[in-house]
């Protein structure tokens, strides 16, 4: 497979009620990283396979909702294509410190999706 699932997000408006639930639920590892004053995320650490993260949902009152991410070669290309193709970009390309650079879309039957390149690929 070309573009695997990388990483699975959560955004919810609880991220303390999430972690609390998923840790004695399926017993993830979890630590928070202050990515910008005011900005805490929480890797997921599952063990094997897939991780992820949580955060608190950027805008008010939106619905709580695990994202997947997909690896890409370049995010930028990826991105543009799948606005070409009907998507409609909702994060568009973003630096992550380090780490990599993002982007996320909602595809034409309105599922969002992230694509994840990471630094130095």
């Not at 609390?20 to 017993?27: D, G, H, N, R, T």
């Not at 063990?47 to 949580?54: A, N, P």
């Not at 991410?69 to 799948?82: E, H, I, N, P, S």
Request: proline share 7%; net charge negative; hydrophobic share 45%.
């Amino acid at each position: 497979m070309g573009n695997p699932f990388v990483h699975v997000e959560l955004s919810t408006g609880d991220v303390d009620a999430a972690k609390a639930f998923y840790k004695a639920l399926l017993s993830w590892e979890l630590s928070d990283r202050e990515m910008a004053p005011g900005f805490t995320y929480t890797l997921v650490d599952v063990g094997e396979g897939t991780g992820g993260g949580m955060m608190k949902t950027p805008a008010e009152g939106a619905p709580a909702a695990w994202t997947p991410y997909v690896l890409v070669d370049d995010v930028v290309a990826t991105t543009a294509k799948a606005k070409e193709l009907g998507a409609q970009v909702c994060v568009d390309v973003t630096p992550v410190g380090d780490m990599g650079t993002m982007a996320m879309i909602k595809d034409p039957t309105g599922a969002m999706i992230g694509f994840w390149q990471p630094k130095g690929k």
